[in-house]
């Protein structure tokens, strides 16, 4: 994995995505990155609520095969001072490929081998 320079994404931290499984590893795509400091910087401030998530992660183990966030390729945000309704039309516009909505956060990612996209869903 290519370390990754957090200082090309000054709206977040290291910290922000590291996997809450107690590993601590944040091996986020720089890619991906770019794209989620391109939408901060469209909408303001985004709280993390989850970004890189481990093979040992126990959501990621309850599932047949790692999803989009062990691959560093998304991340489950909130609006800090935006509306949902303006994240959510902002996302759509920047053409993530895929969008989750729940009641306490927004999933987007970047797709990922096992996964269906582009796709939409609510929780």
Known sequence: MI???WSDFPNFSVSEFA????????DMNSEFMAKLQDLRN???PLEITSGFRCKNHPVEKNKKRPGAHSAGLAADIAPLKARRYD????ISDMRFKGIGVAKNFIHIDEGHPYAYRPASWSY
């Open 87 to 90: 994240l959510l039309t902002t």
């Open 19 to 26: 996997c809450k499984c107690g590993c601590g590893r944040a």
């Open 42 to 44: 469209q909408v303001g």
């Open 3 to 5: 370390e990754l320079n």
